[in-house]
């Protein structure tokens, strides 16, 4: 049993991360399915580390995972978690992922607007695309090691969570 | 380097942490403490953050094995959402029990 909103909602990403990794793991799956589980890993990361322990969730919002990435640059327990000694490389390692970290966070159906998402279909000139149709070159965590690197750092923030828990 | 609240004050603790901030973000321009006694509470104004209506900062645990033994409520705000004083958490005190730690003499970070 979880104690409050906050460890509430690190438990969900650390669970969905978790799904995420065993779907990245399966190239039999589609690659949308692991990307999916992880925009919303990152989603719920952003939000449980937003909310005080003890207090009641924040509005509900898509678009704090950038900044939860800005802020985590900060901190020492995240450097520790990823396992960077030095504190330029941590902050240089950090600010190397803001780009795609925000292409993750407008992964979410509710920011795509009509375009490119993880979760439904959408039109592009006149083309509808499946989710599963889609390769994102970008942010396949299976082969771009851009992606990999963003996985692995939110992999560090779920870490830093637990240990909390 | 295993800290204790009895080894260092809520102020000299941030002090710290802002000290390394600042030297590997420059878009940070000037750093907020708001006062609390058993909690870090910063908030950095940086260029590069994004805009936002109200001061929503992260939470992150007690450190002490890094020589972080409080809580730290960090937000980053941008230098224009800083001039309208955007709405605190509740039960922080306002904008003018906040003491400016640090900010660039110049703009830049030497």
């Not at chain 1, 504190?87 to 992964?107: C, H, K």
């Not at chain 2, 224009?80 to 970070?109: K, N």
Request: glycine share 6%.
């Amino acid at each position: 049993m979880t104690k409050d909103w906050r460890s509430a909602f690190l438990a969900q990403a650390g669970s969905d991360y978790d799904v995420a990794r065993a779907l990245a793991e399966r190239s039999d799956i589609p690659v949308s399915h692991a990307l999916h589980y992880l925009q919303m890993t990152a989603e719920k990361v952003a939000k449980g580390f937003q909310t005080a322990p003890g207090a009641a969730p924040i509005a509900r919002s898509h678009v704090a995972f950038v900044s939860f990435v800005r802020a985590a640059g900060n901190m020492p327990q995240i450097q520790h978690a990823c396992k960077i000694g030095s504190r330029r490389q941590f902050s240089a390692y950090v600010q190397s992922l803001l780009p795609l970290a925000s292409v993750l966070e407008r992964l979410a159906p509710a920011l795509a607007g009509d375009g490119r998402n993880a979760e439904y279909p959408w039109e592009h000139d006149g083309q509808v695309t499946a989710p599963v149709e889609e390769g994102f070159l970008d942010l396949n965590v299976r082969r771009d090691p851009r992606a990999i690197k963003l996985m692995q750092f939110i992999s560090c923030c779920v870490d830093a969570a637990r240990e909390e828990m | 380097m295993i800290r204790t609240t009895a080894d260092i004050s809520v102020r000299d603790a941030a002090m710290e942490l802002v000290r390394d901030n600042v030297r590997y973000e420059p878009g940070i321009v000037r750093v907020y403490l708001f006062p609390a006694s058993d909690e870090i509470r910063l908030v950095e104004i940086d260029r590069n953050s994004a805009d936002a209506e109200t001061v929503q900062p992260f939470y992150f645990s007690a450190y002490p094995a890094g020589g972080i033994p409080y809580r730290t409520a960090l937000a980053l705000i941008t230098p224009a959402d800083e001039r309208r004083r955007p709405a605190l958490p509740e039960g922080w005190p306002d904008w003018d029990a906040a003491e400016v730690i640090w900010e660039t003499t110049d703009g830049t970070h030497d």
